[in-house]
Nanobody, 123 residues
Framework: QVQLVESGGGLVQAGDSLTLSCLAS????????VGWFLQTPVDVREFVSA????????YVDDSVTVRFTISVDYAKSTVYLQMHNLKPEDTAVYYC????????????????WGQGTQVTVSS
């Protein structure tokens, strides 16, 4: 069983920064990667960034590669998503997902999800 808890969302202005956190409690199942996805009320869950678990390397969607950075603190079992120069179009619920198969850009490849954290960027 894997439990994921996101935090760090909020209401910010365009140009501001936020850091989202995903606490991953890996109790009995080995995971291969943790990823961040965003979802708006009218869209499917879209890939933002992912990091292999205990391997190294990071993956970031081209649309945010300059502004978003993913990192992990294994001692805290926490994956972070640093977001800079936020834009109104970044407004969404951000979800943390864990995959048993590896890094993937499709939400369907992730086996566990957190409850999401809302990020709202005003212009």
């Amino acid at each position: 069983q894997v439990q994921l808890v996101e935090s760090g969302g909020g209401l910010v202005q365009a140009g501001d920064s936020l850091t989202l956190s995903c606490l991953a409690s890996v109790l009995t199942v080995s995971i291969a990667a943790v990823g961040w996805f965003l979802q708006t009320p009218v869209d499917v869950r879209e890939f933002v960034s992912a990091i292999p678990w205990n391997v190294g390397g990071t993956y970031v969607d081209d649309s945010v590669t300059v502004r978003f950075t993913i990192s992990v603190d294994y001692a805290k079992s926490t994956v972070y998503l640093q977001m800079h120069n936020l834009k109104p179009e970044d407004t969404a619920v951000y979800y943390c997902g864990a995959s048993k198969r590896g890094v993937a850009g499709l939400a369907s490849m992730y086996d566990y999800w957190g409850q999401g954290t809302q990020v709202t960027v005003s212009s």
